[in-house]
């Protein structure tokens, strides 16, 4: 049962009466009180004032005594308000049967079918670290990756490499002269940006180092064998390295194409650009002029004829476009590139193609340490499988501590010490800053993804013990889920779909972090107040009834957010 849809119905039907209009786009303007005093639906009649000419409590009074129905308990004016208050039994009874006849897919949709997403995400770049700044982009875009692939949408995640550029010159010179190939098959990260920072440390007091880089770049456009070998080789090493971290994420990619992939893919780009006159030259640069949208020229092509960013990231629009025939191409990335976005969004506008409105920027806040600035040459990095691999083993001491003889300890731990990271990451509003502390991301306390993880675990050890106790789950009798306690995580839990699709609408996977956080709030309260199996078994099934759905909604929630939901920590 749909309760917007029927009190849509019924306010129609007392429109039609008392002022014999009528309406559409009800149900969409019934709102949810946050406190339940207000109802547990409320519709505001000021929009109506308008077209009635009436004060907006006078048009509540007038509908009130017409709403009447078998689910609703009452309906009541408040100010300009119209309450409705669902009839407390018969809504614990839709809800947790809506809840599991989703079969652990509650809140699922097909509004997506036939629709194409890209999710340009995570987007490394080839021989640099893969440190916290890159946190949110990869743990953003996956969740964003399974939210919209819940509401039935066709995904495609694509991770951009940064995989071209002069620093391969450099990186190609470095090596030769300093490099220690055992050394950096051990650890390619860390060596790679050791040998990186020493070019240039090196230039500095030489500077024919940067004529040899540049040579060497050169090289590698040309296809050199023997670059080229080597230019493989880092980039094999590297995916190896940052492979691990997507392993422990659950992370996998569709494509992998960079900005090498568009190498030759730029030409007919900047033919076209030129054939549609939008090209000009400035100070022996190929630019576009947005000058007139307030915005500084897009640069195409450089003076020496070599290709940008932008360029690149046009011609890989195209190819997107064409392979996909995406509905939205998304980009995650951090807000400091939010003036390349708007450029060359508008340079693929001005070149006449109506999807452009399709391509989106997804930005995201700043990473930042609590004494400052990161600095990849100064060494000054924290690295993101560090971060993971320190949450795990916090994890496992706890662990260890508390639940010795737990099975399969180093699955949960690593669950929850990845989990714990991932949360913090979700929890806040992505636009928002994050100062990364240790503290704050190991946190097991408080708002955090193992509280989450803990209450799922919580859920299922307790339908096990309802089991071997012998309590089916069932409806129970009426009046066993109609407490303030239960009704709060059935309230909870009635607005988890669309609680999924606000995130999705807003690409906001703190929305479903925050919501699953309140469901284990209010179950744990629930679960402190009342017993869950006690003496009166008709009680108690209801209750292991709702224990499931709980269950079932934590175990949905996490996984959007990209964390794993353990039966046992
Ligand atoms: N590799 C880039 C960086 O680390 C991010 C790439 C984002 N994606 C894109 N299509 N530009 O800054």
Redesign the pocket.
């Known amino acids: 049962m749909d309760f917007r849809k029927e009190i849509a119905a019924l306010l129609d039907a007392a429109l039609q009466k008392e002022f014999g209009q009528s309406l559409d786009g009800l149900a969409q303007m019934l709102e949810q009180p946050p406190n339940p005093d207000l109802g547990d639906y409320a519709f505001p009649c000021f929009k109506l004032a308008k077209t009635l000419r009436k004060a907006p409590p006078a048009i509540a009074g007038a509908l009130a005594g017409d709403l009447k129905a078998p689910f609703l308990s009452r309906a009541e004016q408040n100010g300009g308000y119209l309450n409705f208050y669902i009839e407390k039994d018969f809504y614990a009874k839709t809800v947790v049967e809506a809840v599991l006849n989703a079969g652990g897919r509650y809140g699922a949709g097909q509004e997506g079918a036939g629709k194409t997403v890209c999710f340009?995400?995570s987007?490394?770049?080839i021989a640099?670290p893969f440190h916290i700044?890159?946190l949110l982009?990869t743990v953003i875009g996956n969740s964003l990756v399974r939210i919209y692939q819940y509401l039935g949408y066709h995904t495609v995640s694509?991770n951009?490499?940064?995989d071209w550029g002069t620093q391969f010159g450099k990186l190609i010179v470095a090596y030769r002269r300093w490099g220690d190939r055992a050394q950096i098959e051990r650890n390619p990260m860390r060596e790679l940006v050791a040998i990186y920072v020493r070019f240039h440390e090196e230039a500095e007091k030489d500077p024919s180092l940067d004529d040899e880089a540049r040579a060497a770049f050169k090289s590698l456009e040309d296809g050199d064998a023997q670059a080229m070998a080597l230019y493989n080789w880092f980039k094999e090493v590297t995916l190896r390295e940052v492979g691990r971290v997507y392993d422990m994420l659950g992370i996998t990619f569709d494509s992998y194409n960079?900005?090498a992939f568009y190498c030759d893919k730029m030409e007919p780009v900047v033919q076209e650009l030129r054939d549609k006159h939008l090209l000009q030259l400035s100070e022996g640069a190929q630019i576009v002029d947005l000058e007139p949208y307030g915005m500084p020229p897009c640069l195409i092509l450089r003076s020496d004829g070599a290709t940008l960013?932008a360029t690149?990231?046009i011609a890989?629009a195209f190819y997107r476009k064409k392979t996909y025939d995406f509905d939205k191409c998304l980009?995650?990335?951090?807000y400091q590139?939010t003036l390349?976005?708007k450029q060359w969004f508008k340079v693929v506008e001005l070149m006449g193609y109506p999807w452009a409105k399709d391509l989106e920027h997804i930005a995201f806040g700043m990473v930042s340490l609590e004494d400052g600035a990161m600095s990849t040459r100064k060494g000054r990095v924290i690295y993101l499988e560090d971060v993971f691999k320190a949450a795990i083993e916090k994890a496992q001491a706890i662990m260890q501590e508390k639940s010795p003889d737990l099975p399969c300890m180093e699955d949960v731990a690593k669950d929850v010490g990845v989990g714990a990271v991932v949360f913090f990451a979700l929890y806040n509003n992505r636009i928002k800053d994050v100062v990364f502390s240790w503290d704050r991301a190991l946190n097991f306390d408080g708002e955090t993804g193992p509280y989450v993880q803990y209450t799922h675990a919580r859920c299922c050890s307790l339908l096990k013990k309802a089991q071997e106790a012998g309590v089916e789950s069932s409806e129970g009798h009426a009046g066993a889920l109609t407490d303030d306690e239960a009704q709060e995580v059935l309230r909870l839990l009635s607005r988890f779909p669309e609680t999924v699709r606000e995130a999705a609408d807003r690409y906001e996977p703190s929305m479903v972090t925050r919501h699953i956080t309140r469901i284990a709030q209010a179950y744990n309260k629930y679960y402190y107040e009342h017993r869950i199996l006690d003496e009166d078994k008709a009680a108690s099934a209801a209750r292991v009834r709702l224990t499931e759905a709980v269950r079932d909604v934590l175990r949905t929630g996490l996984w959007l957010i990209g964390i794993e939901a353990p039966e046992r920590m």
């Open positions: 340009d995400y987007s490394i770049n640099k700044g890159h982009t694509i951009h490499l940064g960079g900005e960013y690149r990231d890989a980009y995650v990335v951090a590139q390349h976005f």
